[in-house]
């Protein structure tokens, strides 16, 4: 599980509607109890479909998270890091693990959408060698849409060729 | 699908405060959901 903590350069709405734009949902918006309708103060939690036990990976990921989210609070992006819950409604906005796979491979992807601002992320670096040593990821669009027999439904292969069909546009949408 | 992490159960209505986060930080374990929607509910109880 990851989260990011929004203090401050991003409402809740673009938080969540950045990462729809890959077709993806976060799992759980939450304010915290510091919130307020002038100051907006939130979570952000992606629920993954397996457990990183390797920290150079997980660190990896997080980085990628704090590329494409750079309103986040950098303070709270420690391992070891514990997050209050909340005295306000959870919102729920997607009660299903998200694939690993899918979510690095947005998060190393070149494209650049709804607010998103360009990632300077090291693809070479342990964790991501981790990540794809141990099959949790083919980082290049590429390389996902070759490795379809992977993929685990009609809805993954689908992804992967909007994924495709997204490098070779040239267009950013 | 069942999630497995670390929590402190105690829950709080308020933001807890210097003393309060100490001892939560003290007392982490790992805990169990069966689904997103439960650990919703807890974070809604203020579990860290």
Not at chain 1, 30 to 58: E, G, H, M, Q
Request: a neutral charge.
């Amino acid at each position: 599980m990851m989260t990011l903590d929004f203090d401050a350069g991003i409402t809740p709405q673009a938080a969540v509607e950045r990462m729809q734009a890959y077709d993806i949902t976060p799992n759980q918006l939450y304010p915290t109890f510091s919130d307020s309708p002038d100051k907006r103060k939130f979570r952000l939690t992606f629920v993954l479909d397996r457990l990183i036990y390797n920290i150079d990976a997980r660190n990896y990921l997080m980085d990628s998270l704090f590329a494409m989210y750079p309103e986040a609070d950098r303070a709270c992006k420690d391992p070891a890091h514990f997050f209050y819950g909340t005295d306000k409604p959870v919102q729920v906005l997607n009660d299903k693990a998200l694939s690993l796979d899918i979510l690095l491979s947005v998060l190393e992807s070149d494209k650049i959408k709804n607010g998103g601002r360009l990632r300077k992320i090291a693809p070479e670096t342990t964790g991501a060698a981790f990540l794809r040593k141990d099959g949790f990821s083919r980082s290049s669009y590429y390389n996902i849409v070759g490795a379809t027999s992977k993929a685990r439904n009609e809805q993954q292969i689908e992804y992967y060729e909007k994924l495709k069909k997204n490098k070779d546009s040239k267009e950013i949408d | 699908m069942s999630y497995k992490f670390t929590a402190n159960t105690t829950t709080y209505n308020r933001k807890p405060n210097k003393k309060e986060a100490a001892k939560i930080s003290n007392n982490m374990e790992s805990v169990y959901t069966d689904s997103i929607e439960d650990f919703s509910e807890d974070l809604g109880k203020g579990i860290s």
